[in-house]
């Protein structure tokens, strides 16, 4: 397992640096709460929907709201996540959710190794993520961008286990519906709640062992009789219920 760890930091080392992701090359034309911000340095467009916390929240410089950013599963709208939104709002935070894929985007590989096939991939939706939290930590001053909570289904965990992989210092909370492929951060410092679906395993090495689960705080949570495609606003009623609730009750621990 650290094997694998170390080569799996090695590679996104590498790749990020390939891809220049400091600060000093991001730049952005426009931000909306519904719309998109351009990342000049990639010419690249990124829908978003930013929601605000409930009214009942007090968010101020001296006391920041957190924030969580919402990553879509591969194939579905950013959008379809209100549920996760919802929850988020409910308990105070701010929420981007983020469209990692657009139509000039190469196809996500189906070819295995997938820790080494869709690298690429997650990579993109890792710069992305970071030009959004460069840019919009100024925009909403009020909001804490140091400490963030990460939200993804399917591919879009994939993007936030990365993520958090990478920048550990700058996460402390993820939550995953099914991600399959990326290895959850083993990290003393990151809480991390996982639903399964029930139709998929996962990869190996990408959840924890009974041992991994003593030393860690990562929570992981079999859905019986869930479908992976259905772990959206779109899925049936009990599904985004259930998910609902875990969310919640997830959120609710941290208090």
Wanted: glycine share 6%; charged share 20%.
């Amino acid at each position: 397992m650290q094997k694998t760890l170390k080569k799996l930091f090695m590679l996104s080392a590498l790749a990020l640096s390939a891809s220049d992701i400091s600060t000093s090359a991001i730049s952005a034309t426009s931000y909306a709460n519904d719309g998109v911000i351009t990342d000049e340095s990639r010419n690249r467009t990124i829908p978003i929907n930013i929601t605000l916390p409930s009214n009942n929240a007090k968010c101020t410089e001296q006391v920041k709201c957190p924030v969580a950013l919402i990553n879509a599963g591969y194939g579905i709208s950013h959008n379809k996540y209100t549920f996760a939104s919802n929850a988020f709002n409910q308990h105070g935070y701010l929420t981007i959710a983020v469209a990692h894929e657009l139509k000039s985007d190469p196809d996500l590989n189906r070819e295995q190794p997938y820790l080494t096939t869709r690298m690429g991939n997650w990579h993109r939706g890792v710069v992305t993520l970071k030009f959004l939290v460069n840019e919009l930590s100024s925009k909403y001053p009020a909001y804490d961008f140091t400490k963030l909570t990460l939200f993804g289904h399917s591919n879009g965990g994939d993007i936030s286990a990365l993520y958090g992989s990478i920048y550990p210092n700058e996460v402390s909370t993820i939550i995953t519906l099914d991600h399959r492929r990326m290895l959850i951060p083993r990290n003393k410092n990151i809480r991390v709640l996982t639903l399964r679906g029930s139709d998929y395993p996962a990869d190996a090495n990408v959840l924890l062992n009974d041992s991994e689960l003593n030393k860690f705080p990562v929570t992981q949570i079999m859905i019986e009789k869930s479908r992976h495609n259905d772990m959206y606003d779109g899925g049936p009623k009990w599904l985004v219920d259930r998910m609902s609730k875990e969310v919640e009750g997830f959120l609710d621990s941290k208090s």
